[in-house]
Protein backbone atom coordinates (compact mmCIF):
# COMPACT_ATOMS: atom_id res chain seq x y z
CA UNK A 1 0.00 0.00 0.00
CA UNK A 2 1.65 3.71 -1.04
CA UNK A 3 1.27 6.31 1.62
CA UNK A 4 -0.25 9.21 0.29
CA UNK A 5 1.81 12.25 -0.55
CA UNK A 6 1.00 15.67 0.41
CA UNK A 7 2.04 18.76 -1.86
CA UNK A 8 3.41 21.69 0.26
CA UNK A 9 3.51 24.89 -0.60
CA UNK A 10 7.17 26.03 0.49
CA UNK A 11 9.30 28.34 -1.54
CA UNK A 12 12.53 26.87 -1.32
CA UNK A 13 15.72 28.60 -2.87
CA UNK A 14 17.56 27.76 -5.62
CA UNK A 15 20.40 26.75 -4.15
CA UNK A 16 19.18 24.69 -1.92
CA UNK A 17 18.01 22.39 -5.21
CA UNK A 18 22.05 22.34 -6.45
CA UNK A 19 23.14 21.63 -2.83
CA UNK A 20 21.07 18.63 -3.17
CA UNK A 21 22.26 17.65 -6.29
CA UNK A 22 25.46 18.20 -5.12
CA UNK A 23 24.94 15.45 -2.25
CA UNK A 24 23.51 13.31 -4.15
CA UNK A 25 26.42 12.76 -6.60
CA UNK A 26 28.83 12.68 -4.11
CA UNK A 27 27.34 10.03 -1.69
CA UNK A 28 25.85 7.91 -4.53
CA UNK A 29 22.80 8.56 -3.50
CA UNK A 30 19.38 9.66 -4.68
CA UNK A 31 18.21 13.06 -3.95
CA UNK A 32 15.26 11.59 -2.52
CA UNK A 33 17.84 9.74 0.27
CA UNK A 34 19.67 13.22 0.81
CA UNK A 35 16.09 14.95 1.69
CA UNK A 36 15.20 12.19 4.22
CA UNK A 37 18.81 12.14 5.68
CA UNK A 38 18.37 15.73 6.10
CA UNK A 39 15.29 15.26 7.60
CA UNK A 40 16.20 12.36 9.89
CA UNK A 41 19.39 14.07 11.44
CA UNK A 42 16.75 16.88 12.20
CA UNK A 43 14.17 14.92 13.76
CA UNK A 44 17.50 13.57 16.02
CA UNK A 45 18.39 17.07 17.16
CA UNK A 46 15.09 18.22 18.15
CA UNK A 47 14.95 14.60 20.32
CA UNK A 48 18.21 15.40 21.78
CA UNK A 49 17.00 19.09 22.62
CA UNK A 50 13.44 17.26 24.00
CA UNK A 51 15.61 15.48 26.44
CA UNK A 52 17.17 18.50 27.56
CA UNK A 53 16.28 19.45 31.14
CA UNK A 54 14.43 22.36 31.37
CA UNK A 55 14.23 25.27 34.25
CA UNK A 56 12.32 27.96 34.15
CA UNK A 57 14.46 30.34 35.51
CA UNK A 58 18.26 29.11 35.68
CA UNK A 59 18.54 28.80 32.61
CA UNK A 60 21.06 30.50 29.50
CA UNK A 61 19.94 30.38 25.85
CA UNK A 62 23.52 29.64 23.86
CA UNK A 63 21.65 30.97 20.53
CA UNK A 64 21.36 34.24 21.84
CA UNK A 65 17.50 34.93 21.11
CA UNK A 66 15.35 36.47 23.27
CA UNK A 67 13.92 35.90 26.35
CA UNK A 68 10.66 34.75 25.37
CA UNK A 69 12.45 31.86 23.40
CA UNK A 70 12.60 28.59 25.33
CA UNK A 71 15.72 28.16 27.34
CA UNK A 72 18.31 25.43 25.91
CA UNK A 73 20.87 24.94 28.23
CA UNK A 74 20.67 25.19 32.80
CA UNK A 75 22.55 27.74 34.09
CA UNK A 76 25.21 26.52 36.63
CA UNK A 77 25.19 27.55 40.40
CA UNK A 78 28.46 28.40 42.41
CA UNK A 79 31.81 27.32 40.51
CA UNK A 80 30.82 26.32 36.76
CA UNK A 81 32.79 23.50 34.99
CA UNK A 82 35.23 20.82 35.74
CA UNK A 83 37.80 21.98 38.31
CA UNK A 84 41.03 23.72 37.29
CA UNK A 85 43.81 20.72 36.81
CA UNK A 86 45.17 20.68 40.36
CA UNK A 87 42.07 20.97 41.71
CA UNK A 88 38.51 18.93 42.67
CA UNK A 89 35.48 19.33 43.90
CA UNK A 90 34.47 17.54 47.64
CA UNK A 91 30.75 18.14 49.18
CA UNK A 92 30.48 21.60 46.89
CA UNK A 93 33.89 22.33 47.82
CA UNK A 94 37.34 22.87 45.47
CA UNK A 95 40.10 21.69 47.19
CA UNK A 96 43.64 20.78 46.30
CA UNK A 97 44.22 17.33 44.13
CA UNK A 98 47.67 16.32 45.75
CA UNK A 99 48.77 13.89 42.65
CA UNK A 100 47.73 16.64 40.16
CA UNK A 101 49.10 19.28 42.54
CA UNK A 102 52.67 18.09 41.91
CA UNK A 103 52.33 17.63 38.32
CA UNK A 104 51.40 21.18 37.97
CA UNK A 105 53.99 22.39 40.26
CA UNK A 106 56.49 20.98 37.77
CA UNK A 107 54.66 22.17 34.49
CA UNK A 108 54.35 25.60 36.65
CA UNK A 109 57.77 25.62 36.89
CA UNK A 110 59.36 24.80 33.44
CA UNK A 111 57.29 27.27 32.78
CA UNK A 112 58.99 30.09 34.94
CA UNK A 113 62.05 28.22 33.50
CA UNK A 114 61.01 29.94 30.16
CA UNK A 115 60.44 26.55 28.91
CA UNK A 116 57.57 26.63 25.29
CA UNK A 117 54.41 24.35 25.75
CA UNK A 118 56.32 21.50 23.65
CA UNK A 119 58.82 21.65 25.27
CA UNK A 120 56.94 21.14 28.63
CA UNK A 121 54.97 18.53 27.29
CA UNK A 122 58.01 16.70 26.33
CA UNK A 123 59.37 16.94 29.56
CA UNK A 124 56.35 16.38 31.34
CA UNK A 125 55.77 12.89 28.99
CA UNK A 126 59.32 12.33 29.78
CA UNK A 127 59.44 12.13 33.55
CA UNK A 128 56.65 9.75 33.04
CA UNK A 129 54.09 12.23 34.60
CA UNK A 130 50.71 11.73 33.29
CA UNK A 131 47.78 14.53 32.95
CA UNK A 132 43.98 14.08 34.68
CA UNK A 133 43.12 11.53 32.23
CA UNK A 134 45.96 9.15 32.72
CA UNK A 135 47.37 9.79 29.44
CA UNK A 136 50.73 11.51 27.80
CA UNK A 137 50.41 15.88 27.69
CA UNK A 138 49.46 17.72 24.66
CA UNK A 139 50.42 20.81 23.73
CA UNK A 140 46.91 22.15 23.56
CA UNK A 141 46.75 20.52 27.15
CA UNK A 142 49.52 22.28 28.44
CA UNK A 143 48.66 25.55 26.59
CA UNK A 144 44.92 25.24 28.88
CA UNK A 145 46.55 24.71 32.03
CA UNK A 146 49.01 27.04 31.29
CA UNK A 147 46.11 29.63 30.87
CA UNK A 148 44.23 28.49 33.62
CA UNK A 149 47.00 29.41 36.02
CA UNK A 150 47.45 32.57 34.58
CA UNK A 151 43.90 33.50 35.43
CA UNK A 152 44.01 32.21 39.00
CA UNK A 153 47.66 33.93 39.50
CA UNK A 154 49.36 30.83 39.79
CA UNK A 155 51.67 32.41 37.06
CA UNK A 156 52.28 35.58 36.15
CA UNK A 157 52.06 36.16 32.56
Same mark, same amino acid.
Given at each position: ? !????? +????????DLYEDVDRLA??????????????????? #????????????? +??????????????????? #?? @??????????????????????? !??? &??? &?????? %???? +? @? +????????? =?? &??? =? @?? %??????????????????? &???
Amino acid at each position: M !QKPTA +QLNVRVPFDLYEDVDRLAARYGGTKTGVIIAAVAALK #REEAARSRMPKHD +QNTTNPAGEDDAAEPLVPR #RK @GKPGIPPFGWHDVDGERIPNAEE !QTV &LSR &LLALAR %EGKR +Q @G +QIRDTLNAE =GL &LNR =G @GV %EWRSNTVDTVLRTARKRGE &LST
